[in-house]
């Protein structure tokens, strides 16, 4: 069963507007949190991360929000831009292991 | 600056053949893991490594072994491939306490069982 979900498969915004893309987990043991992006044929790179003792982490374009309660993240890019467009895995971290969700397909139009 | 290379980067198998595959990492970590992925699954753990000479079992690791016998190099290997067997291969490392940090990946392997 899966522990990470992310049930959007794929989002399409617009040059400069705001991508919002979620991730839903059942365990709320896990510590950490991160967002994952990759582009066809190269392996995932990290792009951001938050501690579950947060609410909120912002860095650049790219802020993570984590609703505890609603065991619910959701990672903001504003502005978007064409060079956003990958696939976004969220991943949930829990004694060193590493459960990622089936990742959202982001494509932003120019 | 290499960080984590896999080979090979294809490969196709035959039910039932044995193969091995290298993970390097340059960057000193303590971590090292083997994940899968599969359409519609997202990356599955196989097997992971805290520190050279130790290995764990993570989600899925059934029909794979893996070693960890110098501290830059993780090795997974497939003793009889199965067509379920057929997916990307992807390795990551990273620094021991660093998990906000996140995982460093190679660029991955594809596998094709027939």
């Known amino acids: 069963d899966q522990q990470v979900k992310q049930n959007s498969p794929s989002l399409s915004v617009q040059e400069g507007r705001i991508s919002i893309l979620n991730c839903d987990y059942t365990n709320s043991m896990f510590d950490y949190f991160l967002w994952y992006k990759k582009y066809p044929a190269e392996g995932p790179t990290f792009l951001i991360s938050i501690s579950s003792i947060k609410d909120k982490n912002e860095d650049g374009r790219f802020t993570v929000f984590l609703n505890k309660s609603a065991k619910h993240l959701s990672l903001h890019i504003v502005p978007s831009q064409p060079g956003d467009s990958a696939v976004y895995f969220c991943?949930?971290?829990?004694?060193?292991?590493?459960?990622f969700g089936t990742g959202t397909s982001l494509t932003v139009i120019p | 600056n290499a960080g984590v290379t896999q080979t090979p980067k294809f490969r196709v198998l035959k039910t039932g053949q044995s193969m091995t595959l290298l993970c390097a990492q340059d960057m000193n970590h303590e971590y090292m893991y083997w994940y899968r992925q599969d359409p519609g699954m997202g990356l599955r753990l196989i097997h992971y490594s805290v520190g050279e000479g130790t290995t764990a079992k993570g989600e899925v690791p059934d029909g794979y072994n893996v070693s960890r016998l110098k501290k830059q190099n993780f090795l997974l290997g497939l003793e009889s491939a199965a067509p379920s067997q057929t997916s990307v291969y992807f390795c990551a490392s990273r620094e021991q306490g660093a998990s906000l940090g996140g995982q460093y990946f190679g660029a991955g392997t594809r596998l094709s069982v027939l």
């Open positions: 991943a949930a971290s829990g004694f060193r292991q590493f459960y």
